[in-house]
């Protein structure tokens, strides 16, 4: 089996004229520069002791220094462990360790704590990166460093994702998972080498390193990497580079339809607009289309566990066959409604998601959480509620596990449970989402009214700033007399929803709402 950079490197001879741009850094590699810089990376770490089955954490933005070393990792085939930037000391601190992490690259400007270094056996901050590779260059021995040669049982990713657990599971990734994902996703989708891909996903998000950084290059097409994500700056990169495809998360594509924005932009270079990540609505899909033309647009589902990508429309079915659907099951996917399934309202097969076949992954870090998951035909339940019709179509439509998607992200509500009953005088919070227009869902923390009275709300949001990412932070505080209950020792979260949406109107931030 070819690693992928073996791939890269023979595209960059099929495609010489193919680039990849970082506009945030004003610069532009055509794929030879790009991976000249990845060989210098590569011989750096295996310098530094960092070999085939090692684990290196990648923390950070999107930029070249990201997307080379990670490259560098897949050359020499160490495992990347990537960890999004929107996560605090505490929770990097438990990835570094849960994965047993050699090396750190915190490619993040400021100071690194020193809880961080001392955590990990070596760290590489951002402005080291070019000291880092000083010595590489200065002793390179005139044979070049091989390319390892992969095997179906390597470890290549170890990518942390939440869900009902208290903290992130780590998902084990090999090259027949990563493999099979990015080319399936290339051919249905289309791509190929006059296309223009923007990436503004997070690269530390499995769509964004799978999806697209392993893909754009096999079809030749020249990729635009930005930064972080804004909707402006998003449809500025599209007018200037003539960005052919599109990938966000529904929370990324409603922020581009804010009123008289994209009017105001040219966006006919646009030939292919994917949506995935959380529940599309109809009235984004007709907003893309209005905007990219309904051919155009193309709704997917996919989860860290399955290297991004399950279900999908394809380009290849009418516009009208689409809709709001996650589409069919891709290339060596298969999908299927769990047994015992019921009937939807209007008549589909309807029950938990599961899915098999070669995009699946390794297993998680912890082995008892896999075998829990893996019914014994092999399948992958989910914890997805689908619906199924005569066609094989999927629509997601819930889930029958507690969990927050919140701009495309997994959030756990118990990890954030624990979080906020370690304030002092604080015990028994629940943590709800709720359905919101833009980003999905909202993050709301529910406290018992006699602990929120004696509670000093300022304090709580600074100690919650402290040890959860920005987007697992609650966007509201609402206290109750008593937390409804279903059955013994069983908390009601439907109807805690139900009360805290019946009042969302008049919830305010950075305080404690009473409700009943």
């Known amino acids: 089996m070819k690693s992928f950079y073996e ?6 001879v099929r495609y010489p004229d193919s680039a990849i741009h970082f506009p945030d850094e004003e610069k532009k590699y055509s794929y030879s520069e790009f991976l000249e810089g990845v060989d210098e990376y590569a011989g750096a770490m295996t310098g530094c002791g960092i070999g085939r089955g090692d684990r290196v954490a990648l923390f950070g933005q ?8 990670f490259f560098a990792l897949l050359k020499i085939g160490a495992v990347a462990v990537p960890i999004s930037s929107k996560c605090v000391e505490d929770e990097i601190l438990y990835m570094t360790r849960t994965a047993g992490v ?31 590779v000083h010595d590489y260059r200065r002793n390179r021995q005139e044979n070049e460093l091989p390319a390892f040669e992969p095997e179906r049982t390597d470890l290549l990713m170890i990518m942390f994702t939440s869900g009902t657990t208290a903290d992130p599971k780590g998902v084990m990734h090999g090259p ?31 769509y964004g390193s799978v999806l697209i950084c392993c893909s754009f290059f096999m079809a030749g097409a020249d990729l635009v990497v930005s930064r972080t994500y804004t ?12 960005c052919t495809v599109l990938n966000m998360v529904p929370t990324m594509y409603q922020l581009l339809f804010s009123p008289d924005l994209v009017r105001r932009y040219d966006l006919s ?6 949506v995935g990540g959380s529940y599309t609505s109809q009235e984004l899909v007709d907003n893309m289309g209005k905007a990219f033309g309904k051919e155009n647009v193309m709704c997917g589902f996919g989860m860290t566990e399955c290297a991004s990508w399950a279900l999908g429309q394809g380009f290849d079915r009418p516009a009208a066959e689409r809709g709001t659907s996650a589409g069919w099951p891709v290339g060596n996917m298969e999908a299927r409604i769990a047994p015992g399934y019921g009937l939807s309202e209007d008549g589909m097969i309807q029950g938990e998601l599961c899915l098999r076949g070669k995009g699946m992954m390794l297993g998680y870090l912890d082995a008892t959480i896999t075998a829990a998951s893996y019914d014994d035909e092999g399948w992958f ?28 992200e997994n959030i756990s509500p118990k990890h954030v449970e624990l979080v906020i009953d370690s304030f002092e005088g604080i015990e028994g919070s629940q943590v709800v989402g709720l359905r919101d227009a833009v980003f999905g869902e909202k993050v709301v923390a529910v406290l018992l009214k006699d602990q929120a009275a004696v509670t000093d709300i300022k304090a709580l949001i600074s100690y919650l700033r402290q040890r959860l990412g920005k987007n697992r932070r609650p966007d509201f505080y609402v206290a109750m007399s008593e937390i409804p209950m279903a059955g013994v020792g069983k908390v009601n979260k439907q109807a805690i929803r139900s009360l805290v949406d019946a009042n969302i109107g008049k919830l305010k931030r950075n305080t404690i709402n009473y409700l009943g």
């Open 269 to 274: 270079s646009v030939r292919r607009a994917i």
């Open 7 to 12: 791939l890269f490197k023979e595209a960059s």
């Open 231 to 242: 909707a402006r700056g998003t449809l500025n990169l599209i007018n200037k580079y003539r």
């Open 381 to 408: 339940h989910t914890g997805d509620v689908a619906k199924k019709d005569q066609t094989g179509k999927y629509w997601i439509v819930d889930r029958c596990k507690d969990m927050i998607i919140r701009g495309g």
């Open 62 to 69: 999107n930029t070249s220094y990201w997307m080379k070393c």
């Open 102 to 132: 050699k090396l750190l690259f915190h490619l993040m400007e400021g100071p690194v704590s020193a809880r961080l270094i001392h955590s990990v056996p070596a760290v590489v901050t951002l402005d080291r990166m070019d000291a880092f």
């Open 176 to 206: 027949e998972s990563l493999m099979n994902s990015a080319t399936d996703f290339m051919k249905t989708i289309g791509l190929d080498s006059g296309d223009v891909m923007l990436l503004n996903l997070p690269i530390s998000h499995i």
